[in-house]
């Protein structure tokens, strides 16, 4: 029997979903690559993840998994060389990944995006806007917005510059870990649409050098796979037997119907049966009318688990 492919529901300049791309490209794994519109609706994903719209996604057969900490994670579990979660370097490199997603990237991309206003889709503004409840900005809103955050950028990029002039190779020290990704996926977006902001980056001499070696990874395999057959695919698949729980004590109990949404931003919530919890991650069995049944599997960590 066949190992179910590997599908990722992505777009181009995602840095979340670069992330992701770079991780399949060091593991030297095939992929299927579905293109998801960047912006709601996302009419060919809902079906699978019951709501959840962020990007990307990771599709193995009738099991859907959410956020670049729960796919990397995934991705180690079933190819575990070469690693990302290396024993010696995780604990330390998790923290700097968490910084990295959530001080680092905010104001990245804010001084990124209102540079770069001409070069997005003109309705990305106003959907990254509601995602969070704000209101829709107007066009000098943006622009003051990048402007108050560029020193935030220049600040912490001088951080990294800092940390990597010790000769170290990669973030943690001397082995690849989940934070070169996530470090990566934030500097990343200040060139993924446009050079214009390159001169950021160029006093950055042990950054740039990183980058490179982060860059050769590459993204493997890819072959474009049209939304409707990744559907197929779900819907005539069965999801995975879930693993073993070890819930703490303040969980649900398994079987209980609950609802899972993100605690920061995008918090379409995805409600289901419980049929996994562990310290990292919890899953919940839904059915869909397009895909049948299938299980969505988010991380803990930035996610909100209550019964209904």
């Not at 019951?50 to 729960?70: E, H, K, S």
């Not at 106003?126 to 622009?143: H, Q």
């Amino acid at each position: 029997m066949h190992a179910p492919e590997l599908i990722l529901h992505n777009y181009d300049f995602s840095n979340y979903a670069e992330k992701a791309r770079l991780a399949l490209g060091y593991k030297g794994l095939s992929w299927r690559s579905v293109t998801i519109p960047p912006i709601a609706p996302k009419p060919d994903l809902t079906p699978l993840t019951g709501g959840y719209r962020r990007t990307p996604v990771l599709q193995i057969g009738a099991d859907i998994y959410c956020d670049t900490r729960l796919i990397l994670l995934e991705l180690e579990r079933r190819v575990p060389t070469p690693e990302i979660f290396p024993p010696a370097l995780t604990a330390e490199a998790r923290m700097i990944a968490f910084w990295a997603e959530h001080q680092l990237f905010r104001p990245m991309a804010l001084y990124v995006s209102g540079n770069n206003m001409d070069l997005l889709p003109d309705s990305l503004q106003a959907d990254r806007s509601r995602m969070r409840g704000l209101p829709v900005p107007s066009t000098e809103t943006v622009k003051r917005a990048a402007r108050r955050n560029a020193p935030m950028v220049r600040t912490q990029l001088t951080w990294i510059e800092s940390l990597l002039s010790d000769g170290r190779e990669w973030i943690a020290g001397d082995a690849v870990t989940i934070a070169d990704f996530a470090v990566y996926h934030a500097l990343w977006f200040i060139t993924a649409r446009s050079d214009r902001l390159a001169h950021e980056l160029a006093p950055h001499q042990n950054i740039e050098a990183w980058m490179l070696r982060v860059q050769a990874f590459g993204h493997g395999e890819a072959q474009p796979m049209a939304p409707s057959d990744a559907l197929e695919v779900a819907a005539a698949a069965e999801p995975e037997a879930p693993r073993p729980s070890t819930p703490y004590d303040e969980d649900p109990p398994l079987g209980s119907n609950v609802r899972i949404r993100a605690d920061d931003y995008a918090r379409d919530p995805v409600e289901g049966e419980l049929v996994l919890i562990t310290a990292e991650e919890f899953a919940v069995r839904r059915t869909d009318a397009l895909v049948g049944a299938v299980t969505v599997h988010f991380p803990r960590l930035g996610y909100d688990l209550r019964p209904i």
